[in-house]
């Protein structure tokens, strides 16, 4: 025996199934709903119209929630209200039914049941109803035979976004509504759209909706002509964080590396460490912002910047190998002058020895006015002649006289070389801040017009 709630349930079942479906217009029922639909109805065929059907697409943005700069995506939170006119329904304009907006609030069990416009969105990557208990959707039919359809859905597109100029780079995106299947000769969209920038929540991008060009609302593909409809959004980076993450650090540290010509040449380990250090920083820097910047086809905007900051940074570091190289070479200069004195000097020592052998102790001669001098050391005694001794002074006072002459001359020379490396680092100063200010000159307003074309 079936029980009473048994029953009840199989009633209720069998209630839901007969208010869910479309009502057909029979003699009995003509005065019994607000609409019908003829026997004969057929949802596989566009309602007959003088023409294409209009269908008005109105969209509402309530978010946009995110902008993968990876995958090239958009993500919408939007209201979609598809409305067009089903001339085959029948009204009972007289049914109290009707609001008096002249509207009735249809079921969505409605929905699989008639006839729906063909909807495709271009570049939809995903489409998602939002539900709760069912569907939130809605169904309203009019007494002038329109239906409006509405979902509350989320939708990801894709967008072709282009990296060249980041982060000064402009997106535009763009959503479209059309038919996949037929024509503007059968189907005309017609849309407008609303952004709720109030409960927008903050993006990498300032956004901005906009009307869509005359030529993206129709499609050309087959030699045929599809009409289109929606909306577009412009894209404009919010550039503060980059240009004080990465533009002013990099900034400073060129600014910082023009110290090192003011630091001495000899001064070796302080000037070298100045510059490896900023050398190997901006290194980092450029592998960080290359991991986090989206993929271009070629360098970006910030890691042209970079990669520049790094070769201005390099060639300092040149200017300093060059100054030390002319250190090194007046050292190498000066030990090979040494080495040449040392060698004259054991020359001249050789001769003077050679000479003096010559003038050994001699037996003594009774010459007039002549004088004799004795030498005495580790007991051998020499005699040395007037004009030996004379000899060996002048020789001793050539000496000397040359090896002054080289000294002053060695440090003439060493003073013209240290005046040609302060000459080079004084033109380094103002060579390398006119190359950066004349780089900056060309880069910004590059990138600029880039992001205007």
Same mark, same amino acid.
């Given at each position: 025996?079936?029980?009473?709630?048994?029953?009840?349930?199989?009633?209720?079942?069998?209630?839901?199934?007969?208010?869910?479906?479309?009502?057909?217009?029979? $003699? *009995?029922?003509?005065? @019994?709903?607000?609409?019908?639909?003829?026997?004969?109805?057929?949802?596989?065929?566009?309602?007959?119209?003088?023409?294409?059907?209009?269908?008005?697409?109105? !969209?509402?943005?309530?978010?946009?929630?995110?902008?993968?700069?990876?995958?090239?995506?958009?993500?919408?939170?939007?209201?979609?209200?598809?409305? &067009?006119?089903?001339?085959?329904?029948?009204?009972?304009?007289?049914?109290?039914? &009707?609001?008096?907006?002249?509207?009735?609030?249809?079921?969505?069990?409605?929905?699989?049941?008639?006839? =729906?416009?063909?909807?495709?969105?271009?570049?939809?990557?995903?489409?998602?109803?939002?539900?709760?208990?069912?569907? +939130?959707?809605?169904?309203?039919?009019?007494?002038?035979? @329109?239906?409006?359809?509405? +979902?509350?859905?989320?939708?990801?597109?894709?967008?072709?976004?282009?990296?060249?100029?980041?982060?000064?780079?402009?997106?535009?995106?763009?959503?479209?509504?059309?038919?996949?299947?037929?024509?503007?000769?059968?189907?005309?969209?017609?849309?407008? &759209?609303?952004?709720?920038? %109030?409960?927008?929540?903050?993006?990498?991008?300032?956004?901005?909706?906009?009307?869509?060009?005359?030529?993206?609302?129709?499609?050309?593909? $087959?030699?045929?002509?599809?009409?289109?409809?929606?909306?577009?959004?412009?894209?404009?980076?919010?550039?503060?964080?980059?240009?004080?993450?990465?533009?002013? !650090?990099?900034?400073?540290?060129?600014?910082?590396?023009?110290?090192?010509?003011?630091?001495?040449?000899?001064?070796?380990?302080?000037?070298?460490?100045?510059?490896?250090?900023?050398?190997?920083?901006? +290194?980092?820097?450029?592998?960080?912002?290359?991991?986090?910047?989206?993929?271009?086809?070629? =360098?970006?905007?910030?890691?042209?910047?970079?990669?520049?900051?790094?070769?201005?940074?390099?060639?300092?570091? #040149?200017?300093? $190998?060059?100054?030390?190289?002319?250190?090194?070479?007046?050292?190498?200069?000066?030990?090979?002058?040494?080495?040449?004195?040392?060698?004259?000097?054991?020359?001249?020592?050789?001769?003077?020895?050679?000479?003096?052998? =010559?003038?050994?102790?001699?037996?003594?001669?009774?010459?007039?006015?002549?004088?004799?001098?004795?030498?005495?050391?580790?007991? %051998?005694?020499?005699?040395?002649?007037?004009?030996?001794?004379?000899?060996?002074?002048?020789?001793?006072?050539?000496?000397?006289?040359?090896? =002054?002459?080289?000294?002053?001359?060695?440090? #003439?020379?060493?003073?013209?070389?240290?005046?040609?490396?302060?000459?080079? *680092?004084?033109?380094?100063?103002?060579?390398?801040?006119?190359?950066?200010?004349?780089?900056?000159?060309?880069? &910004?307003?590059?990138?600029?017009?880039?992001?205007?074309?």
């Amino acid at each position: 025996m079936i029980s009473f709630s048994s029953t009840l349930f199989i009633f209720l079942l069998l209630l839901y199934h007969s208010e869910g479906d479309v009502p057909v217009c029979t $003699a *009995d029922s003509m005065g @019994d709903n607000p609409f019908c639909f003829p026997p004969d109805y057929n949802k596989d065929l566009i309602p007959p119209q003088n023409g294409s059907l209009h269908v008005h697409v109105e !969209t509402f943005i309530f978010e946009i929630s995110k902008i993968d700069d990876q995958a090239l995506t958009m993500t919408f939170e939007l209201y979609l209200d598809l409305t &067009w006119q089903e001339s085959r329904i029948i009204v009972n304009e007289s049914h109290p039914a &009707w609001e008096p907006t002249g509207s009735f609030m249809g079921s969505t069990n409605f929905v699989p049941q008639l006839w =729906l416009p063909d909807i495709q969105i271009y570049k939809c990557k995903q489409f998602q109803l939002r539900q709760i208990v069912t569907d +939130v959707a809605g169904l309203i039919i009019f007494k002038n035979k @329109d239906i409006l359809y509405t +979902v509350s859905t989320e939708v990801i597109i894709a967008c072709p976004m282009k990296f060249a100029a980041y982060p000064l780079d402009h997106q535009l995106c763009k959503f479209l509504v059309g038919s996949y299947i037929h024509d503007n000769t059968q189907i005309n969209f017609t849309g407008s &759209w609303g952004h709720d920038e %109030e409960n927008q929540r903050a993006q990498q991008y300032e956004l901005k909706a906009l009307d869509l060009d005359i030529n993206d609302t129709f499609l050309f593909h $087959a030699d045929r002509t599809f009409s289109q409809t929606g909306f577009q959004v412009e894209l404009k980076r919010r550039r503060t964080p980059v240009l004080l993450q990465v533009y002013l !650090t990099t900034g400073l540290f060129i600014i910082v590396s023009w110290i090192s010509f003011i630091v001495p040449p000899e001064v070796v380990p302080g000037r070298m460490a100045l510059l490896v250090t900023l050398f190997l920083v901006l +290194v980092n820097i450029f592998n960080s912002v290359t991991g986090n910047a989206p993929k271009a086809e070629g =360098l970006t905007a910030v890691e042209t910047w970079v990669v520049s900051c790094i070769i201005h940074v390099f060639g300092v570091l #040149v200017e300093y $190998a060059l100054i030390l190289k002319m250190i090194q070479n007046i050292k190498r200069n000066e030990v090979r002058e040494r080495k040449r004195e040392q060698k004259e000097m054991q020359r001249q020592m050789e001769a003077t020895r050679s000479t003096s052998e =010559l003038n050994l102790y001699r037996p003594s001669e009774n010459h007039e006015g002549g004088k004799q001098c004795l030498v005495k050391g580790d007991g %051998e005694t020499a005699v040395l002649r007037n004009g030996g001794r004379a000899e060996t002074q002048f020789n001793a006072e050539a000496t000397a006289n040359s090896r =002054l002459h080289r000294q002053i001359k060695r440090d #003439v020379k060493n003073e013209k070389h240290k005046e040609l490396q302060e000459l080079v *680092d004084k033109v380094a100063l103002y060579l390398f801040p006119c190359i950066f200010g004349v780089f900056n000159l060309i880069y &910004w307003p590059y990138y600029l017009l880039l992001i205007e074309a």
